[in-house]
Structure formats: structure tokens, C-alpha cells
């Protein structure tokens, strides 16, 4: 079992910047896949980055979206997942998530299927004001 708990969340003006941070523990040996989504209330979840590992390479995808805006990163140890938001805007605003995926393809972890995703956090709000 993976656990995965989220944090770093705020209200935060359109052009400002927050960092999530999503902590993980248990098996995290099998996680070869990390991934951040969100979701707003009435909206499927949509996949946000994903962060790839096959030791010693790391490949972050993300969506269209969020390019240039948004990096996902993680920490030497692979225990912490990282989601570093700039120039923020009020689009951004949902309820952020964390997930681990075990023995990912990197095909896989390069689309962030959610159902792909075994273990989930349960969320950090994020609301961005104009």
C-alpha cells in the first residue's frame, strides 16, 4: 500500500504562485509514477502533470494548459512530489490531487489516465481571484 497525502494549498491572487507538495509513504519503492490532477465541482478530473521515473531518467508531461506555467518535480529520496504554480489565473481554481501509480508504463504515465492510478490523496483546494 501507497500512501499519498497532499498540502500547499491557498487563495492566492491571478499572477501569484503556490506550491503543492504531496507526501508519500509505505511501498513508495513501486511507485514509478506521479501525478497531480484537478477537478472542479461539476467537471471531470483532469490530469494536471505526471512525473515518469525508470531510475536514473525522470520525464515530466504535462498538460497543454499548464506548460510553461507549472513544473512538477520531486525530491532526491522519491518521497515527496512537488507542484510548483506560477501566473496563476482563475481557471486554475479546483480541488488539486495527488496519485502514485506502481509498475506504470511510461506510455501510460505520459497520458495520467486517472484510472491508472492506484493510490490517491484527498485533495488541496486551490482558488485563484482575479
Known amino acids: 500500500q501507497v500512501q499519498v497525502v497532499e498540502s500547499g494549498g491557498g487563495s492566492v491572487q491571478a499572477g501569484g504562485s503556490l506550491r503543492l507538495s504531496c507526501a508519500m509513504s509505505g511501498y513508495t519503492d513501486r511507485v514509478n509514477c506521479m501525478g497531480w490532477f484537478r477537478q472542479v465541482p461539476g467537471k471531470e478530473r483532469e490530469r494536471v502533470a505526471t512525473l515518469y521515473t525508470d531510475i536514473p531518467v525522470t520525464i515530466a508531461y504535462y498538460a497543454n494548459s499548464v506548460k510553461e506555467r507549472f513544473t512538477i518535480s520531486q525530491d532526491n529520496a522519491r518521497k515527496t512530489v512537488y507542484l510548483q504554480m506560477n501566473s496563476l489565473k482563475p481557471e486554475d481554481t479546483a480541488m488539486y490531487y495527488c496519485?502514485?501509480?506502481?509498475?506504470?508504463?511510461?506510455?501510460?504515465?505520459?497520458?495520467?489516465?486517472?484510472?491508472?492510478?492506484?493510490?490517491w490523496g484527498q485533495g488541496t483546494q486551490v482558488t485563484v481571484s482575479s
Open positions: 496519485a502514485a501509480a506502481t509498475r506504470a508504463l511510461e506510455w501510460k504515465c505520459s497520458q495520467g489516465f486517472d484510472a491508472d492510478f492506484g493510490y
